[in-house]
């Protein structure tokens, strides 16, 4: 049974770090591997703010080929949790501001090295992904399903992150919110809810995501 494009965006949106695989320009014809902080954007691809000092930066604007993999670390032996690869183009950009606070919510150690200067966003767009979550339950994924997979624009969610806030007792601290679902951090945890009727038009978020939160401190 191969899995949906859900799965793949709900790993994606659960995890803080993961494996970037660049093409090392110190001894060409060779992967170059180097463990990341990111953050899904508004479209899921995953957006990592790198110093141009780095490694994998020099390798990235030599060559854009990358693949970068997420997995879960709290699913206990690494050969049964699920893990996702996703292999296509990392490349600088311009990020829009509310982008850029996005990215500070997920990753909010990065505000001190945007004061830096030397440091720039980079954005993995996938042209397949390789999603395994377990035994039998395996197969490739093209990319376009995920560029085409319902989003929210920017300007949504900021509303969307302000009302919903209200419905969360403090420490929790809403990061995100898509069609998919949202992400909630409390203290140092943080954890991925799921809307039951997925995706969601923007226009129904707030009435999805309160059920959602039941069902999350219910378990």
Same mark, same amino acid.
């Given at each position: 049974?191969?899995?949906?494009?859900?799965?793949?965006?709900?790993?994606?949106?659960?995890? +803080?770090?993961?494996? $970037? @695989?660049? &093409? /090392?320009?110190? %001894?060409?014809?060779? !992967?170059? #591997? *180097?463990? =990341?902080?990111?953050?899904?954007?508004?479209?899921?691809?995953?957006?990592? +703010?790198?110093?141009? $000092? @780095?490694? &994998? /930066?020099?390798? %990235?604007?030599?060559? !854009?080929? #990358? *693949?970068? =993999?997420?997995?879960?670390?709290?699913?206990?032996?690494?050969?049964?949790?699920?893990?996702?690869? $996703?292999?296509?183009?990392?490349?600088?950009?311009?990020?829009? !501001?509310?982008?850029?606070?996005?990215?500070?919510?997920?990753?909010?150690?990065?505000?001190?090295?945007?004061?830096?200067?030397?440091?720039?966003?980079?954005?993995?767009?996938?042209?397949r992904l390789r999603y395994i979550a377990g035994f039998g339950r395996m197969g490739w994924i093209e990319g376009q399903r995920l560029a085409a997979a319902a989003s929210i624009a920017l300007?949504?969610?900021?509303?969307?992150?302000?009302?919903?806030?209200?419905?969360?007792?403090?420490?929790?601290?809403?990061?995100?919110?898509?069609?998919?679902?949202?992400?909630?951090?409390?203290?140092?945890?943080?954890?991925?809810?799921?809307?039951?009727?997925?995706?969601?038009?923007?226009?129904?978020?707030?009435?999805?995501?309160?059920?959602?939160?039941?069902?999350?401190?219910?378990?």
């Amino acid at each position: 049974m191969k899995p949906g494009i859900d799965e793949a965006i709900d790993l994606l949106h659960a995890t +803080l770090v993961g494996v $970037l @695989a660049s &093409h /090392t320009t110190a %001894l060409p014809g060779y !992967p170059y #591997a *180097s463990i =990341l902080p990111f953050a899904p954007d508004q479209e899921s691809h995953p957006v990592f +703010l790198i110093s141009g $000092l @780095a490694e &994998h /930066t020099q390798n %990235l604007l030599a060559d !854009p080929r #990358a *693949s970068f =993999l997420v997995w879960d670390a709290e699913g206990g032996s690494v050969l049964t949790s699920a893990r996702l690869t $996703l292999v296509g183009k990392a490349q600088p950009f311009p990020a829009d !501001p509310l982008l850029v606070e996005r990215y500070l919510r997920y990753q909010p150690d990065a505000r001190r090295y945007l004061q830096l200067g030397d440091f720039r966003f980079f954005r993995l767009q996938a042209e397949r992904l390789r999603y395994i979550a377990g035994f039998g339950r395996m197969g490739w994924i093209e990319g376009q399903r995920l560029a085409a997979a319902a989003s929210i624009a920017l300007t949504e969610e900021a509303t969307l992150i302000e009302r919903l806030q209200a419905h969360l007792q403090p420490p929790q601290e809403l990061l995100g919110v898509d069609p998919w679902g949202a992400d909630l951090r409390q203290g140092p945890l943080r954890r991925r809810l799921q809307f039951l009727r997925r995706p969601v038009a923007a226009a129904d978020i707030e009435q999805a995501f309160v059920p959602a939160m039941e069902r999350a401190d219910e378990r």
